[in-house]
Nanobody, 122 residues
Framework: VQLQASGGGSVQAGDSLRLSCAAS????????MGWFRQAPGKEREFVGV????????SYLDSVKGRFLISRDNAKNTVYLQMNNLKPEDTAVYYC????????????????WGQGTQVTVSS
């Protein structure tokens, strides 16, 4: 599967952004989809994950209540709605897919998008 992330940008603290990740192929519904981020000089960090049906989600504690993952299986797309953005959310955001269970370990993901930059200024 090929993944294409988009929707990043430069915003002010408190603003919102919605990231999208479009997947190619006809097996999208079989993949658990995750979002990760990587800030300069830091390791890639789990942000959130959504099950194949969209019924189950899990989030990094620091984004709970601010970020929301959803998916539209008819459009082969997963979204990351980010509200009340903070400067510490600044990073390159990646979407990824795994055929396993919900997982926070980036090493368990098989395919990755190219990343989209999110910059939040105070």
């Amino acid at each position: 599967v090929q993944l294409q992330a988009s929707g990043g940008g430069s915003v002010q603290a408190g603003d919102s952004l919605r990231l999208s990740c479009a997947a190619s192929g006809r097996t999208f519904t079989t993949y658990v989809m995750g979002w990760f981020r990587q800030a300069p000089g830091k390791e890639r960090e789990f942000v959130g994950v959504i099950s194949t049906t969209g019924l189950l989600t899990s989030y990094l504690d620091s984004v709970k209540g601010r970020f929301l993952i959803s998916r539209d299986n008819a459009k082969n797309t997963v979204y990351l709605q980010m509200n009340n953005l903070k400067p510490e959310d600044t990073a390159v955001y990646y979407c990824a897919s795994t055929s396993g269970v919900l997982n926070r370990d980036p090493g368990k993901y098989d395919y990755w998008g190219q990343g989209t930059q999110v910059t939040v200024s105070s």
